[in-house]
């Protein structure tokens, strides 16, 4: 769903820039670019769509509440599951 978002790229709202992504990497659990950035209080609210300046293009963004991932996406990410080890037992 588009490149990795970059330190100090531009976030917008409606054209107008209103943050910067300071960290960006490809997530294997979502299978899809995330981003952690700093925007102004009125795009902080979970839901809110930006847009992204990565490589001289706008890419779409939207705010979400974090953490972008928990226990309970598992099972539509991955399908496989995993055993919880026995008191006295070990995994390798």
């Not at 609210?45 to 991932?69: C, D, E, N, Y």
């Not at 599951?81 to 006295?88: F, I, R």
Request: net charge positive; glycine share 8%; charged share 15%.
């Amino acid at each position: 769903e588009g490149p990795v978002p970059r330190r100090d790229a531009a976030l917008c709202a409606s054209g107008r820039e209103v943050g910067k992504v300071t960290s960006g990497t490809f997530s294997p659990i979502l299978n899809k670019p995330i981003g952690l950035g700093y925007v102004t209080s009125s795009a902080a609210t979970p839901g809110t769509q930006l847009t992204v300046a990565i490589r001289s293009q706008q890419h779409p963004a939207t705010v979400v509440k974090l953490p972008f991932w928990h226990e309970t996406m598992s099972a539509e990410v991955n399908p496989v599951k995993m055993e919880q080890p026995h008191a006295g037992s070990a995994s390798v």
